[in-house]
């Protein structure tokens, strides 16, 4: 099993950035794909984004495409969320999950490992 810490979330103004990092333990983070989702209050987990293990293929959903960017640093045993032109309704608990395959998937079922998630607020 693996264990993702995500760190980076925070109270910013609308327009504004925030960069999400996630960071993995365990010696196969480079094999597999790693994803974001996040969950407003009273909506369902919803997917974000995700990279597939070697960073060459990723998916954004169509609300994030152009203002986030998911990469990775598999020397690091990192993946990233740079956030950038944040609205309202970003505000949610984003969380980094561990793909059971090693292309960048968009279904929260094709995750197995979660992070705690880490909390998003967008004022405006």
């Known amino acids: 099993q693996v264990q993702l810490v995500e760190s980076g979330g925070g109270l910013v103004q609308a327009g504004g950035s925030l960069r999400l990092s996630c960071a993995a333990s365990?010696?196969?983070?480079?094999?597999?794909?790693m994803g974001w989702f996040r969950q407003a209050p009273g909506q369902e987990r919803e997917f974000v984004a995700a990279?597939?293990?070697?960073?060459?293929?990723?998916a954004h959903a169509d609300s994030v495409k152009g203002r986030f960017t998911i990469s990775r640093d598999n020397a690091k045993n990192t993946v990233y969320l740079q956030m950038n032109s944040l609205k309202p309704e970003d505000t949610a608990v984003y969380y980094c999950?561990?793909?059971?395959?090693?292309?960048?998937?968009?279904?929260?079922?094709?995750?197995?490992?979660w992070g705690q998630g880490t909390k998003v607020t967008v004022s405006s």
């Open positions: 999950a561990r793909g059971t395959v090693n292309y960048a998937a968009s279904t929260a079922t094709l995750y197995n490992d």
């Open positions: 365990g010696r196969t983070f480079n094999t597999y794909a």
């Open positions: 990279i597939g293990w070697s960073g060459a293929t990723r």
